[in-house]
């Protein structure tokens, strides 16, 4: 789990930012019950305890800002198709759908969708057509988080 993500999720979402997506109230539980890191000395046993903690059956939360989503990674979940005993999802196969998926923010779905648009005013017809294709699929993923997405207090 990146360092401070459960801390960043619960201060967005204090915040009065609204999420969304199947994995939404795994996440909120998982942020909630992380302990703060607050800085010690590591010892020789920490790769071993890290270790241990990635291979729980609990909720490991990875930011994905390529997808630009949050996995709530659980194995027997995800659609990335992780390799047995993984303890981390493929990061490069997020796919649409994936049950441990939640997003945030759609603002930046909305900016990557008109910046792809002004690639496509200059690309030739069918590479542009697919740019296109592209923003208006970002567009319509904002247009869903925005219509299904919820506070803390709604999902709990």
């Given at each position: ?126 590479l542009g057509r697919r740019l296109k294709k ?21 999902i709990a």
């Amino acid at each position: 789990m990146p360092p401070g993500l459960p801390r960043k999720l619960r201060d967005r979402v204090s915040a009065g930012e609204k999420i969304s997506g199947p994995a939404a109230r795994r996440a909120l539980t998982a942020a909630a019950n992380t302990p703060r890191f607050e800085g010690r000395i590591v010892p020789r046993t920490f790769a071993r305890k890290a270790a241990a903690f990635l291979a729980r059956d609990g909720v490991v939360l990875f930011d994905n800002p390529d997808a630009m989503l949050i996995c709530a990674f659980k194995r027997d979940n995800a659609l990335c198709e992780p390799d047995p005993g993984a303890n981390a999802p493929r990061q490069y196969d997020c796919r649409p759908g994936c049950g441990n998926t939640l997003r945030t923010d759609t603002r930046l779905l909305r900016e990557r969708a008109a910046e792809i648009d002004q690639l496509a005013a200059s690309a030739p017809g069918p590479l542009g057509r697919r740019l296109k294709k592209n923003a208006d699929q970002l567009r319509e993923t904002a247009d869903a988080h925005d219509s299904t997405a919820q506070t803390t207090k709604a999902i709990a």
